[in-house]
């Protein structure tokens, strides 16, 4: 995410490419519901050298309440066609 900064963003790559090493076979990142988040995690693992299968994490909407719980608590942006959809 954009609050974790460059040298966050470059950890969280080091700390993948750990795993990856250690044996895993595949990445599940965390949900999301702006399409351009994954591609660019996507974009940023390929170029860190992590070319494993990357798996979009989903949740279902089960309501507006729970989405706007869920995304706050967990920081996660959505767009505004999807927000207005639902009010």
Do not use: W
Request: glycine share 6%; net charge positive; with cysteine.
């Amino acid at each position: 995410s954009s609050e974790k900064g460059e040298e966050g963003r470059m950890l969280e790559m080091r700390h993948l490419k750990e795993k990856l090493d250690a044996g895993a076979e595949f990445i599940i990142t965390q949900f999301f519901y702006d399409v351009n988040v994954f591609k660019d995690y996507v974009k940023r693992c390929r170029k860190a050298g992590i070319n494993c299968p990357i798996i979009p994490g989903i949740m279902p909407i089960q309501s507006y309440s729970s989405l706007l719980k869920m995304t706050q608590f967990c920081g996660i942006s959505v767009p505004s066609s999807v927000i207005a959809r639902l009010e």
